[in-house]
């Protein structure tokens, strides 16, 4: 029975820690890259 407890808590902490990991709001979206100014052309 703790063996199983404890197998189970582990797993449950390390996917709440991926989770919390993939729901990041820094990594949401990628940065848009720059567009070149047309006045420089």
Same mark, same amino acid.
């Given at each position: %029975?703790?063996?199983?407890?404890? @197998?189970? @808590?582990?797993?449950? &902490?390390? /996917? &709440? /820690?991926a &989770? !919390? @990991?993939? %729901? !990041?709001?820094? &990594?949401? *979206?990628? *940065? #848009? *890259?720059? #567009? *070149?100014?047309?006045?420089?052309?």
């Amino acid at each position: %029975m703790v063996d199983l407890f404890a @197998l189970g @808590l582990t797993h449950a &902490l390390l /996917a &709440l /820690a991926a &989770l !919390r @990991l993939v %729901m !990041r709001a820094d &990594l949401d *979206p990628d *940065p #848009q *890259p720059k #567009q *070149p100014d047309s006045a420089n052309d």
